[in-house]
């Protein structure tokens, strides 16, 4: 006796790879922007009262921060993710000490890790001063987060020198500590447009394994234009300065790999033109300033709260001093982001929204 077949239940379509993008990045978007906004309330409305051991508040002043002292410096307020921590290295040329030091003031955070960098059209005793004047700021000295490059590089702008000075200064950083998260390269005419409470407390809820590099192996006419061309770079192997040579040869392109090129999607750098629209742009970071530009005075004033010659005051600053509040200090996970934090959420928001930003980042595997 034939048994009837039992009916089958259709297998609905499975989504096509846009439409699989489109929902993957409508949900990460979704929840980015809704754990954003819930811990946003937490953070910055955090108090002094916070359970940590302060670095350097005196004995006497502890119990008016804290309501438990004897508890560990590195634990944060509740249901606040770990901030993450990064690597800076700030590079400058002669007579940018000044420009150096105001940068490092800007973007300082006792999380962070800094290494500067003065490279070698610097004269050595401008590499001491700056070595100096880090000594002399109480809270570098204490948290031992902040170093100077003893000997310097050379860095052509257009050549591999560049490459591999900032390829050095991210082994020099990763020797001085290894538990950093991010890395930002930075010049003497970048100035931030976030306060670092800002910038760390948006990557905090981002993976840690995240990048802002795009790839592509698309290199279209820079096959021929660049990539061809011998170009002999003395910033390599010379001890004194000098151009950059273009043979008039040219190679074949190497079989053994395949050549990409990259861009940076994340917004770290907007070239200064109008300086509302660079700060309401999301930015983290301004380019190209020139030294002691009047812009600077007033990002240090309207966005940063930074006084001149100062640090830039976050959650992890406890002085009673409106001039320079950051002259004692707590728990260093503690962050107060401000508005800085949600037009930068904006950016991240509208880049994570592009279905086409995952297939064309640089993923490590």
């Keep these: 006796m034939l048994s009837s077949p039992s009916p089958v239940t259709p297998t609905p379509p499975s989504p096509t790879t846009k439409e699989s993008r489109n929902l993957y990045c409508l949900v990460?978007?979704?929840l980015f922007s809704l754990i954003f906004i819930l811990s946003f309330t937490s953070s910055s409305f955090s108090t002094h009262n916070s359970?940590?051991?302060?670095?350097?508040i005196p004995k006497h002043?502890?119990?008016l921060f804290f309501n438990n002292p004897s508890q560990s410096s590195t634990q944060t307020q509740p249901h606040s993710p770990i901030p993450p921590s990064i690597a800076y290295f700030i590079s400058g040329s002669n007579n940018d000490t000044h420009r150096?030091?105001?940068l490092l003031y800007s973007i300082y955070h006792p999380r962070n890790v800094y290494l500067l960098h003065l490279e070698l059209t610097a004269p050595q005793s401008q590499r001491e001063d700056l070595a100096l004047a880090i000594q002399s700021v109480p809270v570098f000295q204490t948290m031992k987060n902040v170093q100077v490059i003893g000997k310097a590089d050379f860095a052509y702008h257009n050549g591999p020198s560049s490459v591999s000075s900032t390829l050095h200064g991210a082994s020099i950083l990763l020797l001085?500590?290894?538990s950093w998260d991010w890395f930002i390269n930075l010049s003497a005419s970048d100035y931030p447009l976030v306060t670092q409470d800002d910038l760390l407390h948006i990557l905090s809820y981002l993976p840690k394994e995240f990048n802002f590099m795009n790839h592509s192996s698309d290199i279209g006419l820079r096959e021929y234009r660049r990539m061809k061309y011998i170009t002999?770079?003395?910033g390599l192997y010379l001890s004194t300065k000098s151009e950059i040579y273009y043979a008039t040869q040219k190679r074949e392109l190497p079989d053994a790999y395949k050549l990409f090129?990259?861009?940076a999607v994340f917004p770290v750098m907007i070239p200064f033109k109008l300086v509302c629209s660079m700060i309401q742009s999301g930015a983290a970071f301004g380019s190209k300033f020139l030294p002691d530009d009047p812009v600077l005075d007033h990002i240090d004033q309207k966005v940063l709260n930074r006084k001149q010659g100062k640090?830039?005051?976050g959650g992890w600053c406890l002085g009673e001093s409106d001039e320079d509040p950051c002259t004692e200090w707590g728990d260093r996970d503690i962050l107060r982001p401000g508005p800085g934090a949600r037009r930068l959420e904006r950016r991240l928001v509208e880049l994570l929204s592009n279905d086409t930003f995952r297939s064309q980042q640089c993923i490590y595997q």
Aim: aromatic share 8%.
């Design 51 to 56: 359970s940590s051991t302060p670095y350097t």
């Design 61 to 63: 002043r502890q119990k």
């Design 261 to 263: 090129t990259d861009t």
């Design 311 to 313: 640090i830039v005051p």
């Design 28 to 30: 990460f978007t979704s």
């Design 100 to 102: 150096i030091l105001r």
């Design 176 to 178: 001085v500590s290894s």
């Design 232 to 234: 002999v770079d003395p």
